[in-house]
Nanobody, 114 residues
Framework: QVQLVESGGGLVQPGGSLRLSCAAS????????MHWYRQAPGKQRELVATISSAGGTYYATSVEGRFTISRDNAKNTVYLQMNSLKPEDTTVYYC????????WGEGTQVTVSE
């Protein structure tokens, strides 16, 4: 069982930055692939970024070059650095841990507005 707690969301102006964190319970964090998803109201949940247990990364086209995913296995934490934020990035962001099964956090709201 893995429990995930996201933090770092909030209100930011267009062009600004936020760093999301996702803290995981358990002592095998390093073996999990970690993902950030987002879901706007009425839309499907969208994969934003992935970092594998080996450190490989993937980004959705819509965020590539602006967002950076990283992990600190010593702290059982995955991060999403979000730069050059746009109003269309406004939504709830969720952390997921996956290996044999997937675990989800509760989400953190990001709002990009003047």
């Amino acid at each position: 069982q893995v429990q995930l707690v996201e933090s770092g969301g909030g209100l930011v102006q267009p062009g600004g930055s936020l760093r999301l964190s996702c803290a995981a319970s358990g002592n095998i964090f390093s073996s999990y692939n970690m993902h950030w998803y987002r879901q706007a109201p009425g839309k499907q949940r969208e994969l934003v970024a992935t970092i594998s247990s080996a450190g490989g990364t993937y980004y959705a086209t819509s965020v590539e070059g602006r967002f950076t995913i990283s992990r600190d296995n010593a702290k059982n934490t995955v991060y999403l650095q979000m730069n050059s934020l746009k109003p269309e990035d406004t939504t709830v962001y969720y952390c997921q841990a996956s290996r044999l099964r997937a675990y989800w956090g509760e989400g953190t709201q990001v709002t990009v507005s003047e």
